[in-house]
């Protein structure tokens, strides 16, 4: 054995000492503290005795924590993902009491309960002090983190010197929001990449230059990753849509959708996406040619091995018991955080507000704690293996800023979060085997303002069936706009006095389909095998147009048109076709630049809803109504929700000259696959699909 390797196993096996001693005290500790856990038998045993009990014991369970926790977490692949941070420690507290069992004094007890928090205690403190002794060590530290994301490259080929390119994606973060919380000093890390330093002692030089890019009408992320990881997302109208040819509704964010997606796009290109030459897509919707996959939804659905079932990603994580339960506490104090910002924002009468009750507190802790762990830990892995591109989704302040407001306390909290993961994985990049640039975007921004429903008492939904002459519920119906839908459909109809029982009801296959992504609507009607036009609309449903144009909460609707190929519709009558839009862009006009090319591009696509309806916009305070459930939101026009940005290394050539716009996902893929081209030279397009290929 040479000098060196023996120095590192003796450095190796110091370190375990000192973690088998400290967790010894702990347990020690813990004993004297917690009633219901014991080292003697109940007459009382010596010093000596209660110490070799705990240092048995310790060892005990550390050696089980490293055998038999990874058997165990395999078998969690099958549990659902947001139930695993709360089984992580009643699995840890049982190894524990078995740990207690195999003592030879046999005297050693603990109630279950005690049993999870003496193993949740030691777990930790172990991690802390292996953590503390070995980033001392950098070859240590290094091994640490191949462990924590068990990405090891393997007896592959040389790393190549040629820098390799990190693309993070923060959800849902806007170009504004991330220029203000540069401002306020919630983000040190960007700020100092950006030359900023907000206490005013330095200006340290920018390594990375700040770019703003205009989304599609489509400004969620199934359309903007899509394009961004595989060069189109040609006919991705919104986050959900019904499909006339198929009789299906797709959901960006469901397992079959989003692989439907994935194959539509690689046949569109012909290529394989942005990571086909030695890539890595952690947590995203789609694999963007990626060898390596983990947490990626278009996988989710295949149950052909365990390396392509999108939970398998959680094991490089979770294999570490004390890495389990650093994040299932987290997730613990996450979730009482939610419950404690929600009932303050209750009890002082916030507006706007929406429920977040239920699961929502497990959803969020999982959204900002688990994910983000998870793919942070395999975003190092996949750097200290010398990997060419890799590119992760953080979605922890999309989910909040949906339920707590784009520009709230909660959502900045999140940010703060986000630039520490930022610095961990800016300090990992010291360690790998090649230089990395890392790359920082969003997908979309979000906008503001308070839901259709509280502000009508209504959803498009009721409003919908009112204009279609349908019943619409009693809570509908009392509403003030009921009121007015139901108003507007008799002057439509020319019917002044609305008589009993000459409501019309139609069959269920007949009634329409209304769906909504953010703050955009579509409406369709399933029993018509075409996309139906206007003059259709109007002939089967006169009042329907007038009733959703003319509302207050709508700010224009676009229509296919048997005269004019495709309409613009808006309040008092409005009609414009869309090739006079330059010139007379009517209710588009509040809506900023590029919305009638994104309007006009939308009418392009094959599953186009029968009716696009985006709700109103105020240009001066960027607030939209959303027709979901959510006072943070995204997926149609109006606002900071088509305002993402671009964060890239000053290496790196600028990703538009200047007096140029970025506009759109698929442009931002021509930039992202430039830089990968002058940093590694060619990428080599994948022959067959990513959706073909092992995780």
């Given at each position: 054995?040479?000098?060196?390797?023996?120095r590192?196993?003796?450095?190796?096996?110091?370190?375990s000492v000192?973690?088998?001693?400290?967790?010894t005290?702990?347990?020690?500790?813990l004993?004297?503290?917690?009633?219901?856990?014991?080292?003697?038998?109940?007459?009382?045993?010596?010093?000596?005795?209660?110490?070799?009990?705990?240092?048995i014991?310790?060892?005990?369970?550390?050696?089980?924590?490293a055998?038999?926790?990874?058997?165990?977490?395999?078998l969690?692949?099958?549990v659902?993902a947001?139930v695993?941070g709360?089984?992580v420690?009643?699995?840890?507290?049982?190894?524990?009491?078995?740990a207690?069992?195999?003592?030879?004094?046999?005297?050693?007890e603990?109630?279950?309960?005690?049993?999870?928090i003496?193993?949740?205690v030691?777990s930790?403190?172990a991690?802390?002090?292996?953590?503390?002794?070995?980033?001392?060590?950098?070859?240590?530290?290094?091994?640490?983190?191949y462990?924590?994301?068990?990405?090891r490259?393997?007896?592959?080929?040389?790393?190549?010197?040629?820098?390799?390119?990190?693309?993070?994606q923060?959800?849902?973060?806007?170009?504004?929001?991330?220029?203000?919380?540069?401002?306020?000093?919630?983000?040190?890390?960007v700020?100092?990449w950006?030359?900023?330093?907000?206490?005013?002692?330095?200006?340290?030089?920018?390594t990375?230059?700040?770019?703003?890019?205009?989304?599609?009408?489509?400004?969620?992320t199934?359309?903007s990753?899509?394009?961004?990881?595989?060069?189109?997302?040609?006919?991705?109208?919104?986050?959900?849509w019904?499909?006339?040819?198929?009789?299906?509704?797709?959901?960006?964010?469901?397992?079959?959708s989003?692989?439907?997606?994935?194959?539509?796009?690689?046949r569109h290109?012909?290529d394989?996406?942005?990571?086909?030459?030695d890539?890595?897509s952690?947590g995203?919707?789609?694999?963007g040619?990626?060898?390596?996959?983990?947490?990626?939804?278009?996988?989710?659905?295949?149950?052909?091995?365990?390396?392509?079932?999108?939970?398998?990603?959680?094991?490089?994580?979770?294999?570490?018991?004390?890495?389990?339960?650093?994040t299932?506490?987290?997730?613990?104090?996450e979730?009482?955080?939610e419950?404690?910002?929600?009932?303050?924002?209750r009890?002082?009468k916030?507006r706007?507000?929406?429920?977040?009750?239920?699961?929502?507190?497990?959803?969020r802790?999982?959204?900002?704690?688990?994910?983000?762990?998870?793919?942070?830990?395999a975003?190092?892995?996949?750097?200290?293996?010398?990997?060419?591109?890799v590119y992760a989704?953080?979605?922890?302040?999309d989910?909040?800023?949906?339920?707590?407001?784009?520009l709230s306390?909660?959502?900045?909290?999140?940010l703060?979060?986000?630039?520490r993961?930022?610095?961990?994985?800016?300090?990992?990049a010291?360690?790998?085997?090649?230089?990395?640039?890392?790359?920082?975007?969003?997908?979309?921004?979000?906008s503001?303002g308070?839901t259709?429903?509280?502000r009508?008492g209504?959803?498009?939904?009721?409003?919908?069936?009112?204009?279609?002459?349908?019943?619409?519920?009693?809570?509908?119906?009392?509403?003030?706009?009921?009121?007015?839908?139901?108003a507007?459909?008799r002057a439509?109809?020319?019917?002044?006095?609305?008589?009993?029982?000459?409501?019309?009801?139609p069959?269920?296959?007949?009634?329409?389909?209304?769906?909504?992504?953010?703050n955009?609507?579509?409406?369709?009607f399933?029993?018509?095998?075409?996309?139906?036009s206007?003059?259709?609309?109007?002939?089967?449903?006169?009042?329907?147009?007038?009733?959703?144009?003319?509302?207050?909460?709508?700010g224009?609707?676009?229509?296919?048109?048997e005269?004019?190929g495709?309409v613009?519709l808006?309040?008092?009558?409005?009609?414009i076709?869309?090739?006079?839009?330059?010139?007379?862009?009517?209710p588009?006009?509040?809506?900023?630049p590029?919305?009638?090319d994104?309007?006009r591009?939308?009418?392009s696509?094959p599953?186009?809803?029968?009716?696009?309806?985006?709700?109103?916009?105020?240009?001066?305070?960027?607030?939209?109504?959303?027709?979901?459930?959510?006072i943070?939101?995204?997926?149609?026009l109006?606002?900071?929700?088509?305002?993402?940005?671009?964060?890239?290394p000053?290496?790196?050539?600028?990703?538009?000259?200047?007096?140029e716009?970025l506009?759109?996902?698929?442009h931002?893929?021509?930039?992202?696959r430039?830089?990968?081209?002058?940093?590694?030279?060619?990428?080599?397009?994948?022959?067959?699909?990513?959706?073909?290929?092992?995780?």
């Amino acid at each position: 054995m040479g000098t060196g390797r023996w120095r590192r196993a003796v450095s190796q096996a110091g370190r375990s000492v000192a973690v088998w001693g400290v967790s010894t005290i702990t347990m020690l500790v813990l004993a004297g503290i917690l009633p219901d856990f014991r080292l003697q038998s109940p007459d009382g045993d010596s010093s000596t005795t209660i110490a070799v009990t705990a240092a048995i014991g310790a060892g005990v369970f550390g050696l089980l924590s490293a055998l038999v926790w990874p058997l165990l977490v395999r078998l969690l692949l099958l549990v659902p993902a947001l139930v695993l941070g709360l089984l992580v420690f009643f699995l840890n507290g049982s190894l524990l009491l078995l740990a207690l069992r195999l003592t030879p004094s046999g005297e050693s007890e603990a109630a279950p309960e005690t049993a999870v928090i003496v193993a949740a205690v030691m777990s930790a403190v172990a991690s802390a002090t292996g953590a503390a002794l070995a980033v001392r060590d950098d070859d240590a530290y290094r091994r640490r983190l191949y462990r924590l994301a068990d990405r090891r490259r393997g007896s592959g080929p040389a790393c190549p010197a040629t820098p390799g390119t990190l693309f993070l994606q923060l959800d849902g973060v806007g170009y504004d929001v991330l220029d203000t919380a540069v401002g306020k000093g919630l983000m040190p890390t960007v700020a100092r990449w950006l030359g900023h330093d907000p206490d005013g002692s330095a200006h340290p030089r920018p390594t990375h230059r700040l770019t703003p890019w205009r989304t599609d009408w489509s400004s969620q992320t199934g359309a903007s990753q899509l394009g961004i990881l595989h060069g189109s997302n040609h006919d991705v109208p919104a986050f959900r849509w019904y499909e006339k040819d198929t009789r299906e509704v797709m959901v960006c964010n469901r397992p079959t959708s989003a692989a439907e997606l994935q194959r539509r796009a690689v046949r569109h290109t012909g290529d394989g996406g942005l990571l086909s030459a030695d890539g890595a897509s952690r947590g995203n919707l789609f694999g963007g040619g990626a060898d390596q996959q983990a947490l990626v939804l278009s996988i989710a659905a295949r149950r052909r091995s365990r390396e392509t079932r999108s939970r398998a990603g959680y094991f490089a994580y979770f294999s570490d018991p004390a890495n389990a339960v650093r994040t299932a506490l987290s997730f613990v104090a996450e979730v009482g955080r939610e419950i404690g910002q929600s009932t303050r924002a209750r009890l002082a009468k916030q507006r706007p507000r929406v429920a977040r009750g239920g699961l929502y507190p497990f959803v969020r802790a999982f959204a900002t704690v688990v994910e983000r762990d998870v793919v942070v830990a395999a975003v190092m892995g996949d750097m200290l293996a010398g990997r060419t591109a890799v590119y992760a989704d953080l979605v922890a302040y999309d989910e909040v800023a949906h339920h707590s407001g784009p520009l709230s306390r909660d959502a900045e909290q999140v940010l703060a979060r986000l630039d520490r993961s930022l610095a961990l994985i800016e300090n990992v990049a010291e360690h790998a085997p090649r230089p990395y640039r890392i790359v920082v975007l969003s997908d979309h921004g979000q906008s503001p303002g308070e839901t259709f429903r509280a502000r009508y008492g209504l959803t498009l939904g009721d409003l919908v069936r009112a204009g279609c002459g349908l019943p619409v519920p009693r809570r509908a119906e009392r509403t003030h706009s009921g009121a007015e839908a139901r108003a507007a459909v008799r002057a439509a109809l020319r019917r002044p006095v609305e008589e009993a029982g000459e409501e019309h009801r139609p069959s269920r296959d007949s009634e329409p389909i209304v769906l909504a992504s953010g703050n955009l609507g579509l409406i369709s009607f399933p029993d018509v095998p075409h996309r139906m036009s206007k003059e259709e609309i109007d002939a089967r449903h006169p009042a329907l147009l007038p009733t959703l144009a003319n509302h207050p909460g709508i700010g224009f609707l676009l229509v296919r048109s048997e005269e004019h190929g495709g309409v613009v519709l808006g309040a008092y009558n409005t009609e414009i076709p869309l090739d006079r839009l330059d010139e007379e862009p009517g209710p588009l006009a509040g809506f900023g630049p590029g919305a009638v090319d994104a309007v006009r591009r939308t009418h392009s696509f094959p599953h186009t809803a029968d009716i696009m309806v985006n709700s109103f916009h105020d240009p001066a305070d960027g607030e939209v109504l959303a027709f979901e459930e959510q006072i943070g939101s995204h997926g149609g026009l109006g606002g900071a929700q088509g305002r993402p940005f671009l964060l890239s290394p000053l290496a790196l050539t600028a990703p538009v000259e200047d007096g140029e716009d970025l506009i759109g996902a698929e442009h931002v893929h021509r930039v992202l696959r430039r830089w990968l081209r002058d940093s590694n030279g060619p990428q080599v397009p994948v022959e067959t699909a990513p959706e073909e290929r092992a995780a």
